[in-house]
């Protein structure tokens, strides 16, 4: 079972980039998808998770500016970010789980994902 983070790179202040994971392997069906980030010296955060309903949660400091999508017959999770600040600057994780999360199961939390992706490095420059 493999997680494979792309689409990271540098972008100046107020621009895009859209971010994959490619789940691969005996998956199953990944019923909960969500990035995570961790900026140098600091602790990994959520970003946001995409509910088996479809549901979309979000940070409050991405609402708005950043959207969760999957393809579900590829098992490919994606994140538009967009309006991107140089506080975005982090290493992006994406994070899966066979569990049936709603809202009010806090699926923001770190220790509800069983497998997590290798990262990628997104820089916004000032």
């Known amino acids: 079972v493999q997680l494979q983070a792309s689409g990271g790179g540098v972008v100046p202040t107020g621009g895009s980039l859209r971010l994959s994971c490619a789940a691969s392997?005996?998956?199953?069906?990944?019923?909960?998808m969500g990035w995570f980030r961790q900026a140098p010296g600091k602790e990994r955060e959520f970003v946001a998770t995409?509910?088996?309903?479809?549901?979309?949660i979000y940070a409050d400091s991405v609402k708005d500016r950043f959207t969760i999508s999957k393809d579900v017959d590829k098992n490919t999770l994606y994140l538009q970010m967009n309006s991107l600040r140089p506080e975005d600057t982090a290493v992006y994780y994406c994070?899966?789980?066979?569990?049936?999360?709603?809202?009010?199961?806090?699926?923001?939390?770190?220790?509800?994902?069983?497998?997590w992706g290798q990262g990628t490095l997104v820089t916004v420059s000032s």
């Open positions: 994070a899966a789980d066979r569990t049936y999360y709603s809202a009010k199961d806090k699926p923001f939390e770190i220790r509800n994902y069983d497998f």
């Open positions: 392997g005996r998956t199953g069906r990944w019923n909960t």
């Open positions: 995409r509910l088996y309903s479809g549901e979309g």
